[in-house]
C-alpha cells in the first residue's frame, strides 16, 4: 500500500477536565509500510514543519491579526518551530534530565519524578519550555505504560514509541513502530493481563507474516491551537464536547 491514513473523529472516554483534552476531537493517523521508529519521528516532524510553513504562506493575514490580538510573537514561534531540528531524548534521559532539574532546584512538579511514570503536562512543558525552548521527541517509553502493540526493544523494558513535545501544549503527537512479531505480542497481551481471545483480529494480520511498520496519530485540535497561539482547546473546535456537559 502507498499513503494510509485516517482523518476523523476520535472519542475518549477519561476524565479530563483540562485546557487540552476534549471527549470528542479529530485526528490525522498515518500509517507507514517498512517503517522504523527513527522513520516514524522523521515523518511526525517533517509534517509538522509542513503544516505549519504552508499556513504561514496561505494564513498571513488571519496570523498577523492573531498575533496582534492572542498572542504576540506567534508568527515568529511559528517561524522558530520550521527552522529548528527538533530535539530527541529518549524516555531515560528525559527522567534523568528532570530529576537533575529538581536537584538543582531549578524545578518542582506537584508528581513526583521517577522511571517507570506517566510524564505530565507540567514534565512536558517543563522539558520544551524550560530547558530546551522549542519542540522534543522523547522516545523509548517503558513498556508498562504504553500499548501492548508497540514494538519492544531488546532490553525487554522498553517500546519503541514516541511523543512529539511542544511549547505551550505539551503532547501533540504520539506514535510507535508496531509489533509485528507475533510470539512477542502475543506475550505483551498476556503481560498486561488481556484476553487474547479478544484480539484474534489483530492476531490475524500478524498469523502468517507481515511487514514492519509505524504510525502516529496527530490532534488536529491541538495544532490549531500550535498555530494560532489560541490556549482554550473549546476555542478551536466548533461543537467542543467535553466530560459531563453533552446530553445528547
Known amino acids: ?29 498515518p500509517e507507514i509500510a517498512f517503517a522504523t521508529l527513527e522513520d516514524d519521528m522523521n515523518c511526525g516532524e517533517d509534517y509538522l514543519k509542513y503544516c505549519l510553513k504552508f499556513v ?7 496570523l498577523l491579526f492573531l498575533d496582534k490580538t492572542v ?18 531524548l529518549t524516555y531515560t534521559d528525559a527522567i534523568d534530565l528532570l530529576l537533575k532539574e529538581m536537584k538543582d532546584k531549578k524545578a518542582k512538579f506537584k508528581e513526583n519524578v521517577h522511571w517507570g511514570m506517566d510524564l505530565g503536562s507540567e514534565h512536558e512543558r517543563y522539558i520544551v519550555e524550560k530547558v530546551y525552548g522549542g519542540p522534543v ?11 501492548f502493540y508497540m514494538r519492544l526493544n531488546d532490553d525487554d523494558k522498553t517500546v519503541q514509541a514516541m511523543d512529539v513535545l511542544v511549547p505551550k501544549i505539551g503532547e501533540l503527537i504520539g506514535g510507535s513502530a508496531r509489533e509485528e512479531r507475533l510470539d ?8 498486561q493481563n488481556l484476553e487474547i481471545e479478544s484480539y484474534w483480529w489483530y492476531r490475524a494480520l500478524r498469523e502468517y507474516g507481515t511487514i514492519p511498520h509505524a504510525g502516529f496519530g496527530l490532534g488536529f485540535e491541538r495544532l490549531v491551537m500550535m498555530c494560532t497561539g489560541i490556549e482554550n482547546i473549546k476555542d478551536v473546535i466548533p461543537f467542543p464536547r467535553t466530560v459531563g456537559n453533552a446530553e445528547f
Open 1 to 29: 500500500m502507498g499513503d494510509v491514513y485516517t482523518f476523523g473523529p476520535t472519542f475518549r472516554a477519561e476524565i479530563s477536565h483540562t485546557s487540552r483534552h476534549l471527549a470528542e476531537f479529530w485526528m490525522i493517523e
Open 137 to 147: 521527541i522523547i522516545y523509548n517509553y517503558p513498556k508498562s505504560i504504553k500499548a
Open 184 to 191: 512477542v505480542l502475543d506475550r505483551r497481551i498476556k503481560e
Open 71 to 88: 498572542e504576540n510573537g506567534l508568527i515568529d514561534r511559528l517561524k522558530h518551530v520550521i527552522e529548528t531540528p527538533f530535539i530527541r
Open 56 to 62: 504561514l504562506e496561505n494564513n498571513a493575514p488571519e
